[in-house]
Every structure is written in C-alpha cells, then in structure tokens.
C-alpha cells in the first residue's frame, strides 16, 4: 500500500526534495560569487584607509569575512539558514525587512504582467490556430517575430513620452501612487493586494493610474518570447497525427483542442518560467524608469553603495526565487506531460 | 449488426476523377490523379501499392484530414452522406461523420499524455450523452473485445506503457467504438511482425463485419489481400493501374505492375492461409 503509492507519488516528492539541495549550492555560489567582488569590502564600508586593526576587525567579523574561507563558509550557511542575513552597515536597515517588503512589491508587478503576458498570449494563439488565415493571426505571427528585438527601457521610456507627457494619459512616473497618498495597512505584503482589500478607492485608483504604464510596458516587451515559443509548438502538435486520430476517432472540438494545447504547452510553461526570470529582471530597470520602489532599486541601490550585504541577500533572494519558479514549471511540465517524470522509459520511435 | 445495412446508403464510398495536390517549395507537386472508387456499404476494399503511390493521399482525401497545404478535387466526392468538395477546408479538420481512421503506428496516432480509459472514454461519449461511468465500463468492455486481458490495467496506462501490439488494438477498440459506418485503415499491420499483424488484421475484418463497417484497408503487401479483401485497387505513381474483384485481380493481374507485385510479394499470403481459423491471441 504505502510502496505503491510511494511508487505513484515519488515523481513529485522527489523534486520538491531536490529544492533544498538546489537553494544549498546556490548560496554557496553566492559566497563564492561576492567574494570575487574587486576591492576590499571592509574597506570600502570603512570610507578611509586609515583603521585601528580593532576597528578593521569589528567590521570583517559583522561582514562575516574574519577567519578562514571554510569558517567564513559555515558562518555564511548558518546565517543563511536561520534566515539572519544582518543589518546593513551603510544605512543600518535590517537587510531582512528591506527584502520582506520590496520582494512582494517586485513579484506583484512581474506577476501581473506575466498573468497578462500569458492569457494575451494564449488567446492570440488559439485564434491563430483555428483561423490561420485571419488578419489577426497574420499580426500576431509577425508580433511573435518581434520577439527581443526592442529592449525593455526603449519601450519604457517610449511609453512614458507617449502616453504620460504627450497624451497625458498615464500618472507621472514617480511611484507606485501619488504623493501624499498613505500605504494601504500591510495585510498581504503585496502592495497592489493590500489596497484591493483595504478598499481604500482613492489609493486604489492612484495606482491604477500609475502601474498600467509600467505592467504594459513589461507585457508588450515579454509576449513575443512565450507567443513565439508556443506558436511554433502549436504548429507541430496541430500537426501531428495525434490530433488527426483525436479528429477521426470523433470526439466533440473541445476535447480536440484542449488534446492539442496540452502536448504543446510544456515547452511554453518552461518558457514561462525563464519569463518571470526576465520580467524580475525587466522589473528592475522598469522600477528604475518608473520610481517604483522594489527590489530592483534596492539591488541598484546596493550595487552603487557596494552594500556588502545588501547585495548577497538580493542575490540569495533572486536565486531562491527562481529555483521556487522552476520548481513549479517542473511541476506543471511533470503533471501535463507523464513522459517528462524521472525513471519513465519512452521508445524512441515517436 | 448486419441487421442496420439496409439502413445505410448503398455505397459507403463515391469518388469520381480525384486529384490529390501538395504545395512545395518548387511549385505543386500532383499525388493522386484520377482516382475513382466505388464502395458499396460493407463491402471491403484493398488499396496497394508501393510506398509513394499515393495511398495515404487518398486515405487522408476520403477521412477529410489533408492539411491546409494540400489541394483536394473531385467531379464527385461523397463519403458517407458527407459531400466532400462542398466542406470548407480548415486549418484543424472536422471528422466526416461516420468515417473513422487507424494508421500504421499507434505510437503516433495514440495521444501520448493521456491515459488509454480516457482516449477511449472520450471516443465512446463522442457527441453523445452517455455517462461517464457508463464509458469507463463500455471502454473496459472495448479493450476485452480487442482481445486485452486486463483492461483494467490498461485502462489506466498511457500508450507508452503498452507494448507494440497492445497499443495497436487499442487504437483499433478506439476507432471502431463510435460505430463508424467506415473504417479506412492505413497500413494498420506494417509496423508489426508477421504473426501478430495476421492476428491484427483477423481482429479488424472480424470486428468490422460485427459492426457491419465498410472496409478500405491500405496495404503494400499485395498478399495480404486476398484473406481480408473483397476487391482490390492497385495504384502505381498516383494513379489506378488495376481495380476488380480481388480473386480475379489476383489470379489473373491484367496489369504487368499487378503481376510484378505479386511476384514479390512476400509469404504473409500463403502464411494467412493456414490461420484463418486462428483465435485472436494477446500480443
Ligand atoms: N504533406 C506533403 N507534402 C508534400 N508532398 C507529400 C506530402 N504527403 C505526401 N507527399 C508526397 O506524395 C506522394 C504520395 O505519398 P503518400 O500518399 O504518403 O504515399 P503512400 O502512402 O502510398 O506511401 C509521395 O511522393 C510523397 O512524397
Ligand atoms: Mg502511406
């Protein structure tokens, strides 16, 4: 009983199990990725040359630079897993809090534009697919070509010459809401979440005002990659004989649509996920445009200031959440597509 | 039931001067040319020919499934009660009610990310209302009549856990679960080894005069004809070198291409001979 399910059931337990492992060597990429930064760190922290071997040492020992690199290492992985990632001693802000509040912030936007990016993306396709003829698929094949060609601040900085100084339709690019304006009460963390259920109408439609700029900006730049990736796989499915023998064996349409969307959408979901890759990092340069504060201007910030640790907790934090991400795209892959889960044998006559 | 053929129209097939066209790089390429058949209704007919003759043209012609970039003409084309040259063409086909289809892999044909209860589950609802329970159980009943020992098993397997032979019945337990009033069969057997595609081909024509399915079996194998045909076309580069009845056709070819095929035909017609009794065995 337990062994079969356990037999069922192991492609996923075996997966999330590997996350652990995934995030370990990730952090110790990241110890070993800060420490190749020129320069000495305490040092730069210092602002001068000239400190008392006491005072040099206080500092190395709160970077957690004193002692051998194996010591360095095993106080990095113990500050790493109780989740103590220290204060930061530029502008002594607990590194911790400044990450618990902007990292929300920062998926809040790339998730919207990716939720956007994916249903504009799925509606265009299947339009495509069943009228391949039409106007509009010829428009969304070309868009699909598009694909990268315009980086993400041209289009940011275009879309605020547009639509905020010449037609006067966007708020200014200065934040997430207008001046003046108080946060919503923190209930969620995400900050767009939190005005929804505050129901606080004034806030909520200041940031409409403001976000739907930045969100369509980061949604025009990212749909051409999943549209492109996923037309293609569409193409192939609709054509395989899979589909033809769904069509003969006469089943209702929807049953041979829904056939051809699932052997085709493994490989957009994994495109998905090198999306929100992209989107965490379109959100940085778009937060800088728009004067959003989020993680992005927290790394910008950390960067400019050589913030020791105000950098290793964003790349900690980055990793983590891309390894999160590629987990469900495993997850989702596994699930759409049995033959994609570990020990499943697969002629190779397909 | 052979009971329902007077029920049907009379002929299940009426092709008059098709001409079955691709669109290539360097301009269109003809794959079928005056190709006319006649099929009365539970009838069984043999299309052979060598590989590249164009059967598959007209297979995919008569079931509707040629892709956008294939040209499809006839004087006449009627399929069923389907008129095939007044159907627009689509970019997904629609099935032309009442004709089913099973191809030469299931490998292929089969929908490798679903299970078979479900492939078979949805074929047997169709368009129809019946249950979902009541499919599971019609569906278990479908793979015993194929000749599955344990469709419960199999019921809950995706085709690439199945061997060979096992995916193959369940494609033919799919095909023929809507009772279609035509069944075109494109070289069902050709992936498989001797004994087992006599096997297949036993359970086919045995299944289809049950259900009193007209037949058009595609083969290049001239030899199997003559155990599971009534009347044989041959073609030859798109076209139709001979056509009649299969025993005439076959004793005495009146097209020297005809008689060069049987020439080198392979055993399996002489092997079929001396199984026609053979129960249907589990691969
Ligand atoms: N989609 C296609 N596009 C272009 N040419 C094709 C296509 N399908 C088949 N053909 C050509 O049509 C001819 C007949 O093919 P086919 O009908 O598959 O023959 P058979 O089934 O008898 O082997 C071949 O020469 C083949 O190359
Ligand atoms: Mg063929």
């Not at chain 1, 299947?126 to 698929?137: E, G, K, Q, Y």
């Not at chain 1, 050589?306 to 999160?324: E, P, S």
């Not at chain 2, 037949?215 to 056509?243: F, K, N």
Request: net charge neutral; with cysteine.
């Amino acid at each position: 009983m337990i062994a079969r399910l356990w037999r069922s059931q192991r492609w996923w337990i075996q997966r999330v199990a590997l996350l652990p492992v995934h995030l370990f060597l990730f952090a110790i990429a990241v110890f070993f990725l800060v420490r190749l930064i020129p320069g000495d760190p305490v040092l730069i922290i210092a602002g001068s040359d000239d400190l008392t071997a006491d005072q040099y040492e206080r500092i190395e020992v709160l970077l957690g630079l004193s002692g051998s690199l194996w010591h360095q290492l095993m106080v990095f992985l113990g500050r790493v897993v109780t989740l103590d990632l220290g204060r930061s001693l530029i502008d002594g802000q607990d590194v911790q809090e400044q990450i618990a509040w902007r990292l929300p912030a920062t998926i809040e936007i790339a998730l919207i534009a990716m939720v956007i990016a994916i249903a504009v993306t799925l509606l265009l396709c299947i339009f495509a697919m069943l009228h391949p003829h039409n106007p509009v698929a010829r428009f969304a094949a070309f868009y699909a070509r598009s694909a990268g060609a315009i980086p993400d601040f041209v289009l940011g900085v275009a879309g605020i010459l547009v639509f905020y100084t010449v037609l006067g339709w966007a708020a200014a690019p200065t934040g997430r809401y207008d001046a003046g304006l108080r946060p919503a009460p923190r209930t969620t963390g995400f900050p767009f979440l939190d005005a929804l259920l505050s129901s606080d109408t004034v806030l909520l439609s200041s940031m409409l005002a403001h976000l739907w700029l930045p969100v369509l900006v980061l949604v025009v730049g990212s749909a051409p990659t999943i549209m492109k990736v996923l037309q293609r796989s569409i193409e192939h499915a609709v054509d395989d004989e899979a589909t033809l023998f769904r069509i003969a064996s006469g089943v209702p349409r929807h049953v041979v649509i829904v056939s051809v969307l699932r052997r085709a959408s493994p490989t957009m979901v994994t495109m998905c996920g090198q999306l929100f890759g992209f989107l965490l990092g379109g959100a940085v340069i778009i937060e800088q445009l728009f004067a959003i504060p989020g993680m992005g201007q927290y790394a910008v910030q950390a960067v400019g200031r050589a913030d020791f640790l105000a950098l290793q907790a964003f790349l900690l934090t980055v990793a983590a959440c891309v390894l999160v991400v590629f987990l469900i795209v495993d997850l989702v892959n596994m699930t759409l597509d049995p033959r994609r889960r570990p020990g499943v044998m697969v002629e190779g006559n397909a | 039931m052979p009971g329902d053929v007077g029920l049907r129209a009379a002929n299940a097939v009426e092709v008059a001067d098709l001409r079955v066209r691709y669109r290539t790089p360097d301009g269109w390429f003809t794959a079928v040319s005056d190709f006319s058949l006649t099929v009365s209704s539970g009838q069984r007919v043999a299309i052979v020919g060598e590989s590249g003759s164009g059967k598959s043209s007209v297979c995919m012609a008569l079931a509707g499934l040629l892709p956008l970039g294939a040209a499809v003409e006839a004087t006449t084309a009627r399929i069923i009660e389907t008129d095939l040259t007044a159907r627009p063409t689509r970019a997904i086909p629609y099935q032309v009610p009442g004709v089913s289809v099973v191809f030469q892999n299931a490998m292929n044909a089969l929908d490798p990310v679903w299970t078979v209860g479900s492939q078979l589950g949805t074929a047997i609802r169709g368009r129809g209302a019946t249950s979902r329970a009541r499919a599971r159980v019609l569906a278990g009943e479908w793979l015993e009549r194929v000749g599955i020992r344990d469709p419960a098993r199999v019921l809950r397997a995706r085709p690439y856990e199945l061997s060979g032979g096992m995916r193959q019945r369940v494609m033919i337990a799919i095909a023929l679960c809507s009772q279609p009033e035509l069944l075109i069969a494109d070289e069902p057997t050709s992936a498989l080894d001797v004994t087992l595609s006599v096997d297949l081909l036993e359970l086919i024509t045995s299944l289809t005069a049950d259900l009193g399915t007209t037949l058009l079996m595609i083969t290049h194998d001239i030899g199997l004809c003559r155990a599971y045909s009534d009347r044989v076309v041959v073609m030859h580069r798109g076209r139709v070198v001979e056509q009649g009845d299969t025993e005439q056709v076959l004793a005495a070819p009146s097209a020297d291409y005809t008689a060069a095929l049987l020439a080198c035909a392979p055993s399996l017609g002489q092997l079929n001979d001396h199984r026609l009794t053979t129960m249907v065995g589990v691969s």
